[in-house]
C-alpha cells in the first residue's frame, strides 16, 4: 500500500465516506485514501428511534467494506498524531502517511467521565443514552411503571444537540400510551437558557413541551449520578425570576418541582429517578485535543466560512470534530462537504481557494412524538432556513408538528443516507 496520497482523509464516518465519494467523483484521477479503524459505519441519526422502538437497530449499520467508495484506498488503521509542517500523519500500525491535502473528520468521543458517577452508572445499565446503546433506552422505557423520567443535557458540545429533548418527546407520548402519564414526570433538564435557540422552532416545542407536561429545567447542568440511591445531581443556575426545582424562598415563581427533588447542603439538586436518560459530555478525540491542529478548546481549528485550518492550508476539517459555531449533525456536513471539496480543487488547480462559502447551515429533525416531528433548519445566525424541497412533500411549514416529517426521518432520510449521501451524490 502507497504511503502517500493527494487527499488523505482521517476517519470514516458520516464527512470522510461523503467526502471521499464526492471528491472521486468529481476527479477519479487524484489519489485518495480513507484512514479508518472500525469494521461498521453507523446511521447515526436513526438511534434517536432505536431508543423509542421505532426503528431496527441492525439497520442503522452496515460494514465500513460495504461504503468505502471505489477507488479510494482504505488504510484501516487509527490516525495517532499529526506532522503537519511536513505533511504527515502517524498511525498506529501502518506508519506515517503523507498527504499534499489532509481532511480531518474522525468525529467526537464521550467523556461520561466528566459526570461523576456516569461510567459505572452507565456500565451498570442504570441510566441509559441514546448516544451510546439506544437498544438499552427503549429496554429501560418499557420496564417504566411510574415515577420520575428524567432527560438532560451536557454543558459540552454535543452531536446533534436536538437528540437529548427528542428521546424525551417521544418517552413522554409513550407514557402516554401505556396510561402511565398520571403517576409519572417527566422532566427535561439542560444547561442552556432556552430548549432551541431558533425563535420559531422554540414556539413549537415550548407548545409540544406544554402538552405532554414536561418539567423543563434550564439552566441545569448534570454532574453527578448516584447509581445505588438512583439520584442525579445538578448544579443549578436558575435566575431568581424562573420557575425551579426547589421552591426559593420569598420567590412569587411557582415551583416546577418533580417528585422528592430537594436542595443537597453544597446547593445542588437531588433528583431520585426511576428513569434516567443522559446525553454524556463530550469532546474532540484526544489525539486531536493533543495535536497542534486544535483550538483552545480542543476541537479542530478551521475558518467558519472555508473549513481551512486557520495555519496550515492544506488541512482543513469537516463534520463534529470542527470547532464551528453551529450544531454538530450529519446534515451540516452535507453542506460543508462541497465547499471543502471545491477549495481543495481549486488549491490543486490554481492554488488558490475556492468561492463558495459554510453559512452554518444544519438541521435538526426534531420528532416531537410518534408520528410527528418539526424540522429545524437553520444557519449561523439561527435564521430559519427551510429547503424549499420541503414543499414538493407538501409540507409548507416545517416549523410546526408534521406527520409527513416523520416519514421523511424514518424512511426518507436513512435511504437518502446510504443511497445518495454517502455515494457522494446531491440530495
Ligand atoms: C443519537 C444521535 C442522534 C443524531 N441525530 C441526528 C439527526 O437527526 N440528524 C443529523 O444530521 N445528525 C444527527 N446525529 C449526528 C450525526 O450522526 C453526526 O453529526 C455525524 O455522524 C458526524 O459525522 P463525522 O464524520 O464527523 O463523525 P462520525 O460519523 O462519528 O465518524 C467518525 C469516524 O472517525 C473514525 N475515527 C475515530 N478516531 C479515529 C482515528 N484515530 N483515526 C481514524 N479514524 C478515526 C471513527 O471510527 C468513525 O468512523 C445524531 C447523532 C446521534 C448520536
Redesign the pocket.
Known sequence: MSTSYQVLI???????IMAASRLQKLDSSLSIAI????DT?YY??A??LVGAGAYNYKKTAKPMAEIMPNGVSWVK????SFDPENNSVSTKESGNISYDYLIV????VMEPSMIKGLPEALDKGIVCS??TD?EHTWKLLQDFKGGNAIFTQPATPI??G??PQKIAYLAADYIRKQGLAEKSNVMFATPGTVIFGVPVIRETLMKVIGKYNIKFHPYNTPVEVDSKKKIVYFIDKTPEDHACFVQKEGSSFGTNNVFGANKTEDGRIAVPFDFLHIAPPQAA?K?IRESTLANEGGWLSVDKHTLQHTKYANVFG????AGLPTA??????RKQVPVVLDNILRLIKSNTTGTKSYNGYS???LVTGYGKMVLAEFDYNNNFTPDPKLKQMLVFDSSKEHWRLWML?KFGLPYLYWNKMLKGEDV
Open positions: 482521517v476517519g470514516g464516518g458520516t464527512a470522510g484512514i479508518e479503524p472500525a459505519h447515526q441519526p438511534w434517536t488503521d487509527f490516525a495517532v473528520a474522525p468525529g467526537l441514546n448516544y439506544p452531536k446533534c436536538g437528540a478525540p489525539f469537516l463534520g463534529d470534530v454538530k449533525t450529519g446534515a451540516a456536513i438541521s435538526c429533525p426521518k
